[in-house]
């Protein structure tokens, strides 16, 4: 027996109910996805920060030790370090690690923590994250059209450092994104996704 015509008059309820499972559901896999890159993103560049401490390690040597120190880890050493930060500020947020005011939001409940984190959302990381996208767009695509590089005697291309900020924007926002939508899912409907 179909289940449409049983129901009669009421069949535009389960579809209804079916659309809004089926949104439910798309949103789930968005939120997801999102996690995902975060995660892929956090787990692959914090390595950089492997790199920084090894590779200052051999600037010390090869400056106090063997008396010979080189020209180009400062650069480089700042690279990696802006990799580093930039590629893993989504991670960050995803884990909750930046810095935040706990006094009043430990004492919140859940749904409480949820407005708040929705509430900044909107008005500061969001906003945040837009402005520092459009800026470091404008900043990279000026870096990259001139060919920029340092001065020094290295003479290091500067234009795929300058990339790393509109990147590092972009996954801080999509991140905040997908807080923000779980947030509202848990506020509208009581379950987390």
């Known amino acids: 027996m179909n289940p449409y015509k049983a129901l009669g008059r009421h069949r535009c309820l389960l579809r209804a109910f079916n659309v809004r ?74 884990y909750k690690t930046h810095a935040n005011i706990d006094i009043f939001y430990e004492r919140l409940s859940s749904r409480g923590q949820a407005m708040v984190d929705t509430i900044t959302f909107i008005f500061f990381l969001g906003f945040f994250s837009i402005i520092f996208l459009w800026k470091g767009v404008v900043f990279a695509a000026t870096s990259w059209a001139m060919l920029e590089r340092t001065p020094s005697a290295f003479n290091f291309y500067v234009f795929p450092a300058k990339t790393l900020l509109p990147v590092g924007a972009f996954l801080l926002l999509i991140q905040g994104l997908s807080d923000f939508i779980k947030n509202i899912v848990f506020l509208i409907r009581g379950e987390r996704l």
Do not use: D
């Not at 439910?24 to 890159?37: G, L």
């Not at 090894?54 to 063997?66: C, W």
């Open 21 to 94: 499972r089926y949104f439910v559901e798309t949103i789930r896999a968005i939120v997801n996805q999102i996690e995902k890159i975060s995660e892929w993103c956090g787990r692959i560049f914090s390595w950089f920060i492997v790199a920084v401490i090894l590779l200052s390690l051999f600037e010390v040597f090869t400056r106090r030790i063997l008396g010979k120190p080189t020209i180009w880890t400062h650069e480089v050493l700042s690279y990696l370090f802006c990799g580093a930060i930039m590629l893993t500020m989504g991670y960050a947020l995803k």
